[in-house]
C-alpha cells in the first residue's frame, strides 16, 4: 500500500516540476495551437531568423517541420534555411559553444525543448520583458530571467521598454493596505513592475509584437511536442473505441448471463 501511494505520488510531482518555475514573477497565459499551420509557419520563419544563429534545436529536422507544418519542402530549402544545411538535417548553427559562453557569460541552450522545460507562458513572457538596464553588459535585463546573458534580439520589433517606478500603497497578505500607526497614513513602497515601450523605438506596435512572440512560442511548443496533434487525434479514436466497446461487451454480457439463474 505504502508503495502503491509512493508510486502515485511520483507520477503526479511532474504536474508540479513545472509551477516552481523559479521566481514567482506574473507570467502572461496564452493558449498554444498546434493545429494553427499559418501561426507555426510565421514562427519558425522568426526562430531561423532571429534565434538559430545563436540557439539550436539540435532535435528538430527541418523536413519533419516541412511535413508537420504543410510546407513545400523547396520553399523550405529556399526561405527557412539560412546556412548551407540540407532540409534532412536537424537545425543547428555554426557557433562555438566556448565563444558564445565567453561572450554572452552562457552558452545559448538549444531550444527544441524549452517549452517543456519553462513551459509556453514563461518563454512568451520572458520574450515580452527584456528592458533597458545600463548596469548589463548588453545594456538590458529581463524581469523574469533576471540578469540573463542574452541581449534583447528582437528589439528592432519591439522597441526598447523600460521599467517604470511608482510609489503604490503597501499591502499586507490579505491585501488591506497598510497604515502606518504614528502618522496614520497609508504606507507605501517602490513599485518597478510596469514596462513601457518608448515611443518611436520599435517598428511594430505592442499588438504586431505579442503576435510575433505568439506565434514564436507557438512553434516552440510545437519543436518540444511535435506529436501532440497525431496523439489528440489517436487518443480520440482510443476514447471512442472504448466507449463502443463497453456497449458491445455489455450486451454480450447479457448475451452470456441470460439462460443462468
Ligand atoms: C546573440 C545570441 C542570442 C540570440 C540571437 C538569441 N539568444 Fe536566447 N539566449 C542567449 C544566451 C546567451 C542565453 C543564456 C542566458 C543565460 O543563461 O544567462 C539565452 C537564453 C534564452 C532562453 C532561456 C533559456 C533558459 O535558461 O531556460 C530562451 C527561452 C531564449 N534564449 C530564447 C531565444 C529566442 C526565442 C530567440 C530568438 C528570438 C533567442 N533566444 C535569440 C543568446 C541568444
Known amino acids: 500500500m505504502k508503495k502503491l501511494f509512493l508510486l502515485s505520488l511520483m507520477l503526479v510531482m511532474p504536474m508540479f516540476a513545472q ?47 516541412a ?3 504543410h510546407m513545400p519542402e523547396d520553399l523550405v ?8 544545411q540540407k ?3 536537424q537545425m543547428t548553427n555554426a557557433m562555438d559553444p566556448k565563444l558564445a559562453a565567453k561572450w554572452f557569460g552562457a552558452t545559448p ?41 542574452m541581449p534583447n534580439v528582437l528589439a528592432e520589433l519591439q522597441g526598447v521598454q523600460s521599467k517604470i517606478c511608482a510609489q503604490v500603497p503597501k499591502k499586507d497578505t490579505h491585501g488591506v493596505v497598510m497604515i ?7 504606507l507605501t513602497a517602490q513599485s518597478c513592475d510596469v514596462l513601457s515601450v518608448e515611443a518611436g523605438t520599435g517598428s511594430l506596435s ?3 509584437f505579442d503576435a510575433v512572440s ?11 511536442k511535435p506529436y501532440k496533434t497525431d496523439s489528440q487525434r489517436i487518443g480520440m479514436w482510443a476514447i471512442l473505441f472504448t466507449m463502443l466497446m463497453t456497449v458491445v461487451f455489455y450486451f454480450l454480457k447479457k448475451e452470456f448471463w441470460r439462460d443462468v439463474h
Open 19 to 65: 509551477a516552481g518555475g523559479g521566481s514567482n514573477v506574473h507570467l502572461d497565459s496564452i493558449q498554444t495551437d498546434a493545429t494553427d499551420h499559418a501561426s507555426l509557419q510565421r514562427g519558425m520563419k522568426t526562430f531561423v531568423n532571429y534565434c538559430l544563429g545563436c540557439h539550436t534545436a539540435q532535435y528538430q529536422r527541418y523536413i519533419r517541420a
Open 206 to 208: 505592442q499588438a504586431q
Open 67 to 69: 511535413e508537420d507544418l
Open 180 to 186: 502606518d500607526s504614528l502618522t496614520g497614513k497609508a
Open 109 to 149: 541552450p538549444d531550444l527544441t525543448n524549452e517549452v517543456n522545460l519553462r513551459g509556453a507562458d514563461w518563454v512568451y513572457t520572458y520574450l515580452r520583458s527584456f528592458y533597458a538596464d545600463d548596469s548589463r553588459p548588453y545594456g538590458v535585463n529581463n524581469v523574469v530571467f533576471p540578469s540573463v546573458g
Open 77 to 84: 530549402t529556399e526561405h527557412l534555411i539560412l546556412s548551407n
Open 214 to 224: 505568439y506565434d514564436l512560442t507557438n512553434f516552440m511548443s510545437y519543436m518540444a
Open 87 to 89: 532540409v534532412g538535417s
